[in-house]
């Protein structure tokens, strides 16, 4: 258990579908972020998140819509995904305050078929 | 801007033999630098950490990393690797004093018995 959950562990799920990945942090942090790690590929960044907003969108496609209701909860949507969007997708947490790092979950590994 | 690069993609050692993984990260004043592994199919975990003090840190698991100023290094090591350390290896750096991190392409250990 490293401080951070996310659900479901793995996901299967067709183009047509929605889906949701989440996220749970009781660290007392205030940033939280999205990774997309693919096979060979470095981790990718997608979204980070401070105080609930929204601080960095790298280039994500709109077919991953990400939310973030308070600081311990960050979600995933996802609709109408490419197969190439199978991958481990990584939360992490972090205070606000550098020189801590990061604190990352288990992931949800997501195939799209 | 900052960058973390670990030059090895891959690294083979025999089991009970010594490692060391490259980490060179370009940044003007001193970093806020850590090592994190990472087993298949699960999250990144923090091994250790330098952000002042010491040059030499030590982390979990027996690994230890000293932070080389003058050649821009923040190597990993060990003593004597055991089976159970074939993992992904991520070196990172954080982004201009905030709490963002920027991370290294990542170095696979694969061990040998």
């Known amino acids: 258990e490293t401080g951070v959950t996310q659900t479901p562990r793995h996901l299967v799920m067709g183009m047509t579908n929605k889906k949701s990945l989440k996220c749970e942090q009781h660290l007392g942090h205030n940033a939280m972020y999205w990774y997309k790690q693919s096979a060979k590929k470095p981790l990718e960044l997608m979204f980070v998140?401070?105080?609930?907003?929204?601080?960095e969108n790298n280039s994500v496609p709109s077919r991953f819509s990400p939310e973030c209701p308070n600081s311990s909860h960050l979600f995933l949507h996802l609709h109408t995904l490419q197969p190439e969007d199978s991958a481990l997708y990584l939360c992490?947490?972090?205070?606000?305050?550098?020189?801590?790092?990061?604190?990352f979950g288990s992931g949800t590994r997501l195939t799209v078929v | 801007a900052q960058s973390v690069t670990q030059p090895d993609i891959h690294i083979t050692v025999s089991e009970g033999a010594s490692l060391e993984l490259r980490c060179n990260y370009s940044y003007g004043a001193t970093p806020y630098l850590f090592w994190y592994v990472q087993s298949p199919g699960q999250g990144l975990q923090l091994l250790l950490k330098?952000?002042?003090?010491?040059?030499l840190v030590q982390g979990i698991k027996g690994f230890e990393a000293e932070f080389k100023r003058s050649q821009s290094s923040f190597n990993l090591r060990k003593p004597s690797v055991h089976w159970s350390d074939a993992a992904e290896y991520f070196c990172?750096?954080?982004?201009?004093?905030?709490?963002?991190?920027?991370f290294g392409s990542g170095t696979r250990l694969l061990v040998r018995p």
């Open positions: 330098y952000f002042s003090g010491d040059t």
């Open positions: 992490a947490s972090s205070p606000l305050q550098g020189a801590w790092g990061y604190t």
């Open positions: 990172a750096v954080e982004e201009d004093s905030s709490y963002k991190l920027i």
């Open positions: 998140y401070s105080l609930e907003e929204r601080v």
